[in-house]
Each structure stands twice: as C-alpha cells, then as structure tokens.
C-alpha cells in the first residue's frame, strides 16, 4: 500500500521530537537521528517506513473480519482517538483501562451484558417498578458502565490486534496483549522500550497535532481492509445470482438445435458430430484450470485464535498456505517452524490450532467461532 503520508507532513507536525536525552530508553537508538538542545529528535524516513508497514498488516487483520482495539487514555490522544475510531466502527478505550480487560474477557461481558439488561428493564417497564432510590442507583450504574465499556459493547470476542498510544502508560494492556499472543501496535516515543511491541511506530505521543496525523493514516488503512472485506463480499454473493440464469440458456440452446438434426442430410450429421466430440475434449481440458488457480490461492490463516500476521507469514512461506494443510500439520512441526522465523515468536502455543483450522476447512464458522469465545487465547 503506497503512503500517503510524506516527511514534510509529519515534520510539520511534530512528530519528530522526542523526549529528553535524560529520560530515553536506549532500545529506541535505532529509530533516533540526532540529539538537539537537549532532545531526541526521531528520525522520520523510519517513522515513514514503518508506518507503511503496520497499515499493510491493518488493513489485512481488517480484510479478516477481526476487531482492532484501540487505546488511548491519556488526555491529549483519548478525543482524537474516539473521534477517528468512531467512523470506521471499532472497539475503543479511552477511559481507565479496566484490569483484566483481555486476559479476564469472560467477566468484562458480563458487565457490558449488565448494560443490556438495564437497557431492557427501561423498554420493558420493569424500570418503572423499582423505588426512586432503586431507580438513581441504577442510573449511576448504567451511566459508569457506558463511560468505561460503551465503546467496546459490540466486541464479542477477544480482538484480532490492539493499538496502543504510549506504551509507557498503557504497560498492563501491552501485558496482557503479550500474555495471550494479539499482536502489538503502538505509537513508541524515545522514552518507551519497543522490544514488546510487534509493529513499532517511532514519533512523538505526547503532541495532538501528531498522534492525530499517525491516527489518520492507520484508520484509513483499516477502512480500506474494511471495504475490501465488502467487495469480496458481493464478488462471492454476485456469482450464486448468475448461477441460474446460466443453467437456463444452455436449456433453451438445447432446444432451437434439436428441429435443425432433424432438417440436415445424414452425411452432414456424421460429419458434425466428431466436432462436437473435439468440443467436448477441448472444454474438458480447459475446465482444470480454474481448479489450479483455487489451489494455488492461500487462505487467511489469522483467522485462527492466536495467529497473528507474522505467525501466518512464516507458515504460509514453510508451505502451510491452506487450512486443510494446517489441519493435517502436528503441533511441534508448527512450533518449531515458528521459533526458527523468529525468536519472538517461540512462545507461541500452536496446540489447538490444527483443530481449528479442520473447523476452518470444513466451512464449519459458527462452530469455530463459539469455540473461539469459549478459549482464551486459542487454548482451550
């Protein structure tokens, strides 16, 4: 995907300055040019190019029908961030990030369950029946439980990938996100240490102008995924439409032929009909082909519960490019493919996901995706 994004607009914007020399993690070394009037300045040919490369896997996680978690809550990045998320439809935390939010999801449902329910007894009058005491109780419930889980209400299960605004802040999301193998994407200044983070963005977190530039790039890379989620959506439904309109020509091809047989001489029948056969032939060897093509394209595996973009990488590339492959593949072979594509990636438990993946090749979704809310992580 090419950027739209040039270094002229992030240097209006701030994003190259760091923090103070005094305060800065030296695992950012790479990604800072030089040192100004006591300041790290962030070197923004790598901010650039790293940026491309976390909206290229975006916008794949996106295309997946995955939800990406945004969080925020620091005070200059929580407005910016609920504004831009809100418009492609994503889960948001802006308030405190509430404890066990990933790790324990089963009992954060609850809560925003809790939220219905509420939501029901005012539909259905029951509301009406409690006392004014009971009633204001409920109301500060209700109220509390929007403020902090409103904006991820919609998210069933757990997320395809989280991004985060100033790892430094938000450590306990980092945590967890590492504890059950979601891939990282955050915002790093000079001051935060990058090696938990799978796809690092150095610039500047703590200016508005900047996050809102870096915040505007990445939800276009993922409405982008989102609307090509879309097309291929009505590409797949298009086809099964036409399916009957062409069963019904050849019906009626069938039918004006039959009266012409009859009409030609018997010689000249004799002579048609080795044609038809060499037709037939030709049609036969043709009809292959697409077959090839289907076999060849690779299926999306971070649809498995706890493969991420990179996980799928390394087993795309080691041959494992189909969920019947990975379905067949025995665990340790997988680990071990992992480990050897990268070091970061060995303490990853690839345990359940041939089960899944058999799911997966079966077209059984429904079934694969109630397995998914009931594990944590792809363990069971």
Do not use: C
Not at 157 to 175: N, S, W, Y
């Amino acid at each position: 995907m090419a950027s739209n994004v040039e270094v002229k607009d992030l240097l209006e914007a701030g994003v190259h300055f760091g923090h103070l020399t005094r305060k800065w993690n030296p695992n950012m070394s790479p990604y800072i040019y030089m040192e100004r009037n006591g300041i790290h300045v962030i070197n923004l040919y790598k901010t650039v190019a790293k940026l491309d490369e976390a909206n290229e896997a975006l916008k794949k996680i996106a295309a997946s029908g995955r939800k990406i978690l945004f969080v925020a809550t620091k005070k200059q990045a929580k407005d910016i961030v609920a504004d831009k998320v809100s418009k492609i439809n994503m889960p948001y935390i802006t308030e405190r990030w509430p404890g066990g939010m990933l790790t324990n999801f089963v009992t954060i449902r609850k809560a925003v369950k809790k939220m219905a329910a509420i939501d029901r007894m005012k539909k259905d009058g029951t509301f009406n029946t409690l006392s004014k005491k009971e009633r204001l109780q409920v109301d500060r419930l209700r109220a509390k439980l929007e403020k902090n889980l409103g904006s991820i209400a919609d998210m069933t299960r757990l997320p395809g990938a989280i991004f985060i605004v100033d790892t430094m802040r938000e450590h306990i999301a980092v945590k967890e996100a590492q504890k059950l193998n979601i891939p990282i994407f955050a915002i790093v200044d000079t001051n935060s240490d990058p090696r938990p983070i799978d796809y690092v963005i150095p610039a500047n977190d703590d200016a508005g102008k900047s996050i809102e530039v870096i915040m505007g790039q990445v939800t276009e890379a993922v409405a982008q995924g989102l609307a090509e989620r879309k097309n291929d959506k009505e590409e797949k439904e298009a086809p099964a439409k036409e399916a009957p309109a062409k069963e019904e020509a050849p019906a009626k091809a069938e039918k004006v032929a039959e009266p012409v047989k009859e009409e030609k001489p018997a010689v000249e029948a004799k002579k048609e009909e080795p044609k038809v056969e060499k037709v037939a032939k030709e049609e036969t060897k043709e009809e292959p082909k697409p077959a090839k093509a289907k076999a060849a394209k690779a299926d999306d595996l971070t649809k498995i519960e706890g493969a991420g973009p990179k996980a799928a990488e390394a087993l795309v590339n080691s041959g494992i490019d189909t969920y019947a492959k990975l379905a067949k593949a025995d665990p340790e072979k997988i680990k071990e493919i992992l480990t050897e594509a990268s070091s970061r990636m060995a303490h990853l438990d690839p345990t359940s996901w041939p089960k899944q993946a058999q799911m997966a090749a079966d077209d059984k979704w429904d079934e694969l995706k109630e397995w998914q809310e009931n594990a944590k992580g792809g363990v069971e």
